[in-house]
């Protein structure tokens, strides 16, 4: 299949979530808790069966954080992982800092992805072989090559942990914000540096936003420096570091991480 295909699938899967949440009101919506203690809304089962409808079909594998794990995934060679929404405690509580994400894997690596994020006005779409696109424009990782004013998104919770105390005294600029998936795109399409996280993510939270990264010339690694692989048999990955390319050494230097793998 043509990444192009890829890419007007995704599209239109975005596009369809976007229709589904216009039946919502972040900040107004009910939920619940699933096993674990993460919470649920009725936005986040309608989405996802929005994108399952538009995104699954032929030998491909699904994997999504609103879905029954289907292990038959491990099998295919193209899977598509997906969250409803990223960042739904936001959206629960009126915070613009939440997305709906869409990555496609093939054999482990994340080689298309779009993120779609309704409060902040972005449609951010690219993959390996056409590069990024941001509300329709071309766009990419930023040609930064100096550490000092980096702007590096963080974690809203990981820095209300105290996560992030280490790096308030680097020359990094930090900003706080919600959804994994939404820094990622932002790294991806050039409105930001870097962001990381150190501490465990399931690979729905990051496969969308890794393959923005990746396709806007931006490398994305595990805690060990490695090249991060998706589609395992169990989704819950280390952490993982994203960064624009002239940074990378700087930011693997600061985090005490090895950049030679």
Not at 59 to 83: P, Y
């Amino acid at each position: 299949m043509a990444r192009s295909d890829d890419l007007t699938r995704i599209a239109d899967a975005l596009a369809a979530a976007g229709e589904v949440l216009k039946r919502y009101t972040p900040g107004e919506i009910e939920s619940e808790l699933k096993d674990g203690g993460d919470p649920l809304t009725a936005a986040d089962t309608a989405v996802n069966d929005a994108l399952a409808a538009a995104l699954r079909g032929g030998d491909e594998g699904w994997l999504s954080e609103e879905s029954t794990d289907a292990h038959s995934r491990l099998d295919r060679r193209r899977v598509w992982v997906v969250d409803p929404i990223d960042g739904t405690r936001e959206f629960i509580d009126g915070i613009p800092e939440w997305c709906v994400s869409v990555g496609l894997v093939e054999d482990g690596v994340p080689v298309a992805g779009g993120v779609l994020s309704p409060p902040n006005g972005h449609l951010i779409i690219g993959s390996d072989e056409t590069g990024v696109m941001c509300n329709g424009q071309p766009a990419g990782t930023t040609d930064t090559a100096d550490i000092r004013g980096a702007l590096v998104l963080a974690s809203r919770s990981e820095v209300r942990r105290g996560e992030w105390e280490r790096f308030f005294s680097t020359p990094i600029a930090v900003r706080n914000m919600g959804s994994v998936a939404y820094k990622l795109s932002l790294v991806g399409a050039g409105l930001a540096d870097a962001t990381w996280t150190l501490v465990p993510k399931n690979e729905w939270d990051v496969a969308g936003g890794a393959a923005l990264v990746r396709a806007g010339g931006g490398r994305v690694c595990g805690t060990d420096g490695a090249e991060v692989v998706f589609n395992r048999a169990d989704p819950l990955m280390d952490g993982f570091i994203a960064v624009a390319p002239g940074l990378s050494d700087q930011v693997m230097a600061l985090l005490g991480i090895s950049s030679n793998r």
